[in-house]
């Protein structure tokens, strides 16, 4: 709301206007007016209410009571509107005026009600409106008074209930607020799941889920091993001392057996360095001495084979 018109209703309260004289100002909204003075009360007393303050030379809580107490002046007058008391039109017959009111008399006399307090306040507003509006004279004034402000006033009738006069009517805004942090705090939430991908089942779930571990059973401890008597040692057989004579046998063979292969060899050597000296020798010598050779020859084969070492 610009701060010019603030300044100009705030001047017509510390002017000492009355609520009629506010609200039905020439070019002046009723609805404009009644935010103007709601948005003054949040405002408080600030600069704007120090300055028109000093110009009237009034103190500003002065101003921001006034303007609270015109609030209340408005919800009290549309409380006690005749008209809505009622609950017919401003442009309603006398007889459908009449009809109504034995309606809500009807209802709400105190003798149906067992002498309910709250059914005799009722009863007494219900007849006071009654009474004004049967009235020609006093209907006619109330409706040049106060009516074009009660037909505006019922229109925002909605928006006034949200509008906050006292300071116990500031919960709505702070209210609206957390709500909409709340919401978009579950939206970003929402967001950021669906970013991640669908959650897995339940099967898959459970399947992927490790197998519980049985606890292991608690095993009894062994019971302490009795200690034996040992029995005397028995002394191993002395087999190295017959196994001595045996090896000692098994080497002399082994060496015996190489010096007969060696002798071996060398006879049959000799046996054929003699046959090719014999046969050169029978060549070139006559057959006499070939004999003689001969039987040396056998003589020395039978006694290397008598004698072999």
């Given at each position: 709301?610009k701060?010019?018109?603030?300044?100009?209703?705030?001047?017509?309260?510390?002017?000492?206007?009355?609520?009629?004289?506010?609200?039905?100002?020439?070019?002046?909204?009723?609805?404009?007016?009644?935010m103007?003075?709601?948005?003054?009360?949040?405002?408080?007393?600030g600069?704007?209410?120090?300055?028109?303050?000093?110009?009237?030379?009034?103190?500003?809580?002065?101003?921001?009571?006034?303007?609270?107490?015109?609030?209340?002046?408005?919800?009290?007058?549309?409380?006690?509107?005749?008209?809505?008391l009622l609950?017919?039109?401003?442009?309603a017959?006398?007889?459908?005026?009449?009809?109504?009111?034995?309606?809500?008399?009807?209802?709400?006399?105190?003798?149906?009600?067992?002498?309910?307090?709250?059914?005799?306040?009722?009863?007494?507003?219900?007849?006071?409106?009654?009474?004004?509006?049967?009235?020609?004279?006093?209907?006619?004034?109330?409706?040049?008074?106060?009516?074009?402000?009660l037909?505006?006033?019922?229109?925002?009738?909605?928006?006034?209930?949200t509008?906050?006069?006292?300071?116990?009517?500031?919960?709505p805004?702070?209210?609206?607020?957390?709500?909409?942090?709340?919401?978009?705090?579950?939206?970003?939430?929402l967001?950021?799941?669906?970013?991640?991908?669908?959650?897995?089942?339940?099967?898959?779930?459970?399947?992927?889920?490790?197998?519980?571990?049985?606890?292991p059973?608690?095993?009894?401890?062994?019971?302490?091993?009795?200690?034996?008597?040992?029995?005397?040692?028995?002394?191993a057989?002395?087999?190295?001392?017959?196994?001595?004579?045996?090896?000692?046998?098994?080497?002399?063979?082994?060496?015996?057996?190489?010096?007969?292969?060696?002798?071996?060899?060398?006879?049959?050597?000799?046996?054929?360095?003699?046959?090719v000296?014999?046969?050169?020798?029978?060549?070139?010598?006559?057959?006499?001495?070939?004999?003689?050779?001969?039987?040396?020859e056998?003589?020395?084969?039978?006694?290397?084979?008598?004698?072999?070492?």
């Amino acid at each position: 709301m610009k701060r010019g018109f603030l300044r100009e209703i705030l001047d017509d309260v510390a002017r000492g206007k009355d609520l009629v004289s506010l609200f039905m100002a020439p070019g002046r909204s009723p609805s404009q007016v009644w935010m103007a003075l709601n948005t003054l009360v949040d405002m408080g007393e600030g600069p704007l209410f120090r300055k028109v303050a000093a110009k009237y030379r009034v103190d500003p809580s002065y101003l921001l009571h006034r303007i609270q107490g015109l609030l209340h002046q408005v919800e009290e007058l549309r409380k006690e509107d005749p008209y809505s008391l009622l609950g017919v039109g401003y442009t309603a017959s006398p007889s459908e005026i009449h009809r109504r009111w034995k309606e809500l008399m009807q209802e709400w006399h105190p003798d149906k009600r067992g002498g309910d307090p709250e059914a005799q306040e009722a009863c007494r507003k219900i007849n006071e409106a009654y009474e004004l509006l049967k009235d020609r004279d006093r209907r006619r004034e109330y409706d040049r008074r106060y009516v074009p402000l009660l037909a505006v006033l019922r229109e925002v009738a909605e928006g006034a209930q949200t509008c906050h006069v006292p300071s116990s009517r500031r919960w709505p805004r702070f209210a609206v607020l957390g709500l909409t942090a709340v919401l978009a705090i579950v939206v970003l939430v929402l967001l950021r799941v669906s970013s991640k991908g669908p959650a897995p089942s339940p099967s898959r779930v459970a399947a992927l889920a490790p197998a519980p571990q049985s606890r292991p059973q608690s095993v009894p401890k062994p019971a302490p091993l009795q200690s034996q008597p040992q029995s005397p040692s028995i002394p191993a057989p002395k087999s190295e001392s017959r196994l001595t004579p045996l090896l000692a046998e098994r080497e002399t063979y082994s060496s015996s057996s190489k010096e007969v292969q060696g002798t071996s060899e060398r006879v049959s050597s000799k046996k054929v360095e003699k046959s090719v000296v014999s046969s050169v020798y029978e060549a070139f010598s006559p057959p006499k001495v070939a004999g003689e050779m001969e039987k040396k020859e056998e003589s020395s084969l039978e006694h290397s084979k008598s004698n072999p070492f």
